[in-house]
């Protein structure tokens, strides 16, 4: 059982690149979040999904795009990279609304 | 606007003594509250809940207390550990279904 995993732990992306994170989670939870976590600003909540073929905008969603084809993984997309996306990334998932389960995060550094 | 505010960036303790990190809130809305515990380079792990119904849940070393008049809690460790050494966010939701709210967090040293 591996909880949560996400997929890549570092990443440097040039102004204007695109890529996607992965998260991944093995608990059958319906519910899988992003966030982001800058220094002094806690964790804000990009997009979220409370089930399979659903999403939605969270705290901070301007920039990203998520997708949610199956249950047991939740993609974050950055199209156009900017230097203000450069954060420290965490997937959640939860069966409840009350407890998340993180994952170990992704960095991402856009120059 | 910040809902969820941990006034303190960072607290030191010595190993032994209590350690009490506070969390205010302004959303009276609230009726579910929890605590992430985060090491540096991880994810944030659940560490205890309480609802809004309680004004106090204990588990093991960790104890939480929930004043709604105030809009206040606070999470006591007793006695606190160099292991506890690490930054801890509190979190509020508005009912069933809801998204959780964050504060920026506090960076608690425990000094040996």
């Known amino acids: 059982n591996a909880g949560v995993t996400q997929t890549p732990k570092f990443r440097v992306l040039k102004t204007g690149q695109s890529m996607t994170l992965l998260c991944a989670q093995d608990m059958n939870h319906e519910y899988m979040y992003w966030y982001r976590q800058d220094p002094g600003m806690g964790l804000r909540l990009i997009h979220y999904?409370?089930?399979?073929?659903?999403?939605a905008k969270g705290e901070v969603p301007d920039g990203y795009n998520v997708s949610r084809l199956k249950k047991q993984n939740f993609l974050l997309g950055l199209e156009s990279a900017a230097p203000s996306q450069t954060s420290v990334y965490f997937c959640?998932?939860?069966?409840?609304?009350?407890?998340?389960?993180f994952g170990p995060g992704t960095r991402l550094l856009v120059l | 606007d910040q809902q969820v505010k941990q006034n303190s960036p960072s607290l030191s303790v010595q190993e032994g003594r209590i350690s009490i990190l506070n969390c205010d809130y302004t959303?009276?809305?609230?009726?579910?509250f929890l605590w992430y515990k985060k090491y540096p380079a991880e994810g944030p792990t659940f560490l205890i809940s309480i609802s809004s119904i309680k004004d106090k849940n204990e588990d093991g070393r960790f104890t939480v207390f929930l004043n709604k008049s105030a809009k206040h809690l606070s999470l006591h460790i007793v006695p606190s550990q160099p292991g506890d050494s690490a930054v801890y966010f509190c979190?509020?939701?508005?009912?069933?279904?809801?998204?959780?709210?964050f504060g920026k967090g506090i960076t608690l040293s425990v000094r040996p």
């Open positions: 979190a509020a939701r508005t009912g069933a279904n809801s998204k959780l709210t």
């Open positions: 959303n009276s809305m609230f009726d579910y």
């Open positions: 999904s409370v089930g399979e073929g659903t999403t």
């Open positions: 959640a998932s939860g069966g409840s609304i009350e407890t998340q389960y």
